[in-house]
């Protein structure tokens, strides 16, 4: 009996004429990226975008987009904010993640039963990186840091795995949008190693893929964000806060949700966003004392500063970047003595003059004062409820 079943599934197996006709009407390729596309040819012009996708629903969380998005640096600060809008239109998001498990569960609460997909991978590992790539038709990279550490340097994190993922990208064949989020003041002559890292980063990207969008956010502001936490943190436990030069560094904070709507509305569009560089600044620019102020504002305390001259400054932050590597042991992250966020802050940063913006995308971003300030309510001396909150005292007229 299982000699005849041995000869009957050999003679299923061996290539009939019909089989032998389709093949040569129809050629298979046995490549796992990208079928019949050249292994290194670029698809994404030719998709013109995600507008074509068959939408179901009425664009809820239960509906169905069409997007299939691996967001790369999702447990980040940027990330939650864009997983949620891209959940909320009914996108399925795959997340991937490199530490524990517990790393991306406070964002499968944002979409529908099975539309947050947690992928553990290895940004090492090729193998690995197409996995969570495999059945994306959107790649958003948001992988950034602005410190070193003992495992990635700034070009490794910033620079090398943007160039791997845009690479890895064009191989697969099916993607239709890649959108590279990189930082306002990036520059290959900066002083900055961060923002040369992050420069040479839209640079691979975009000779890789010449139609992936690059967005280009100022300083984030949020609930968890890294500059006016880390002052108020400051002020509460020494009771002032060290103004690094004379305070008088120009920048365009930007509201992070602006920063997430502005990456769904690239992907919402007919591709008119692909190759295009956008700058995503602020309505207002503030001095590093400006911002300073309106953070003593939200937390009712009056303003204390102490100006550290810039070669102090660096003297101060200079230490933990020698001996990085030298100890055999991890060094504490930086707050606000960042030697190189200290060179990034030494020149001013603002959105060029004929760089598209937020209006190009038809975003009006907000003003800072009001809501996207409150969270620093938390560091009140009396409480939360000491104090009414700004928004309170807003017109909502003049909101945003």
């Given at each position: 009996m299982q000699a005849i079943t041995r000869r009957l599934g050999q003679q299923?197996?061996?290539?009939?004429?019909?089989?032998s006709s389709i093949k040569s009407i129809y050629p298979l390729s046995d490549h796992y990226y990208?079928?019949?596309?050249?292994?290194?040819?670029?698809?994404?012009?030719?998709?013109?975008?995600?507008?074509?996708l068959v939408r179901k629903g009425t664009g809820g969380r239960s509906s169905v987009s069409g997007i299939i998005a691996t967001v790369f640096?999702?447990?980040g600060f940027l990330g939650r904010y864009l997983v949620q809008q891209l959940a909320k239109m009914g996108s399925q998001v795959l997340v991937p993640f490199r530490g524990s498990e517990d790393n991306p569960r406070h964002l499968k609460l944002m979409g529908d039963l099975g539309q947050i997909v947690p992928m553990k991978y290895?940004?090492?590992?090729?193998?690995?990186?197409?996995?969570?790539?495999?059945?994306?038709?959107?790649?958003?990279?948001?992988?950034?840091?602005?410190?070193?550490?003992?495992?990635?340097?700034?070009?490794?994190?910033?620079?090398?795995m943007a160039e791997q993922l845009a690479v890895i990208a064009k191989e697969h064949g099916g993607i239709m949008r890649f959108i590279q989020v990189s930082c306002l003041g990036s520059s290959v002559s900066s002083p900055s190693r961060f923002l040369r890292a992050k420069a040479a980063g839209e640079e691979a990207v975009l000779k890789e893929l010449p139609e992936a969008t690059v967005m280009k956010p100022a300083v984030m502001i949020g609930t968890e964000d890294r500059i006016m936490n880390r002052w108020a943190q400051f002020a509460k436990k020494y009771s002032f806060l060290p103004l690094i030069g004379d305070g008088s560094t120009k920048i365009q904070p930007v509201y992070v949700v602006d920063v997430a709507s502005a990456i769904v509305a690239a992907l919402k569009d007919d591709a008119t966003s692909m190759g295009k560089v956008y700058e995503l600044g602020g309505p207002e620019i503030f001095t590093m004392h400006e911002l300073a102020e309106l953070m003593y504002d939200m937390i009712r305390e009056w303003p204390r500063y102490v100006k550290v001259p810039l070669p102090i400054a660096k003297a101060i932050a200079t230490p933990r970047e020698l001996l990085l590597k030298k100890v055999p042991f991890p060094l504490p992250n930086p707050d606000i003595f960042n030697l190189d966020q200290i060179h990034a802050f030494a020149s001013d940063t603002v959105v060029s003059e004929n760089a598209l913006t937020f209006m190009d995308l038809g975003i009006v971003p907000h003003k800072l004062k009001g809501y996207p300030v409150e969270y620093l309510i938390q560091y009140r001396k009396g409480g939360p409820q000491f104090g009414s909150t700004v928004s309170e005292k807003v017109n909502p007229e003049y909101w945003p």
């Open positions: 299923y197996l061996r290539p009939t004429p019909s089989t990208g079928g019949d596309h050249p292994r290194y040819e670029s698809t994404l012009a030719a998709h013109k975008g995600v507008g074509h640096g999702a447990t290895d940004p090492r590992d090729e193998n690995s990186i197409k996995a969570v790539m495999a059945k994306a038709n959107v790649v958003i990279n948001l992988i950034g840091r602005e410190y070193e550490t003992r495992n990635y340097s700034f070009e490794e994190v910033n620079h090398f």
